[in-house]
């Protein structure tokens, strides 16, 4: 019997389109609160700017109204099904949700789904990856991402990396940590958690034996710190977890 790793269901491949244009591709999840659902991804991605320069990614100037994602179905096979997602409304502006400081490179875009959808099915990584796992500099993450062009049969890359600044100062400076790790632009937008095999750190000092693995998720993965040099050091940001929550409470559109 054919297994898949629930964490490998967890992501959606996204392609950028301005209507029929292909502008790009990127990486996104699901979120749920209550019976409404969200699909998270980073701000530059649905901009396609820069984050830190503001200046746009394509020198046309493109820019998406729609994301194409591809969604695991409920059949149980592999297949995917396709869903296009208005990211503009008619007068073209933002339908997503941005940070209340706006500092943030996460956004969140409401979705509508209907939970007994007969076709798609949501995998949402904060109702998964909710272990109760120390997070420490160092420690060993996955980033579940796209780092190439999306094909069948549309799986992520379970790119590894470790944790490579204090994760717990991140909400008092940056609201970033940094991760040792290369990556390519399509991951940008990835989940990244923090997976135990064995002997589970919950505690300093405090171990938990469980027979099974527990994953815990940290946050969304950016793409690398900006350099002058392509070979430089290649290290990622990884923007906290617990921004997400505080974007949907915001209930802040992007202007």
Known sequence: MTT????????????????????????????????KFYLVTNWHVLSMCDFFTRGHLRSDAGRPNMLRGLFNTRTGSFEKQRWDIEIRD?????????????????AVLPIPVI????????????????????????????????????????YPVWKRGSIASEPQLARFTTDYMLVDTASRPGMSGAPV?????????????????????????IGVYSGRMPTDHPY????????????????????????
């Open 90 to 106: 008619k007068d073209d502006n933002p339908l997503w949700l941005v940070h209340p400081s706006r500092r943030v490179d996460v």
């Open 232 to 255: 430089e050091a290649q290290i990622g940001l990884v923007w906290d977890g617990s921004l997400i929550n505080e974007i949907i409470a915001g209930n802040t559109k992007d202007n």
């Open 4 to 35: 898949i790793d629930h964490f490998t269901l967890t992501t959606i491949p996204l392609e950028q389109y301005f209507c029929d244009t292909f502008l790009g591709h990127g990486t996104g999840f699901v979120w749920q609160l209550q019976d």
């Open 115 to 154: 939970p007994n959808n007969p076709i798609v099915a949501l995998y949402p990584l904060n109702i998964l990856a909710n272990a109760e796992l120390r997070i420490e500099v160092g420690m060993e993450v996955f980033i579940l991402g796209y780092p190439f062009k999306i094909a069948p049969p549309a």
């Open 193 to 217: 958690i923090r997976r135990s095999w064995t002997n589970h750190m919950v505690q300093p000092g405090v171990m938990s034996l469980l027979d099974k693995p527990l994953n815990k998720f």
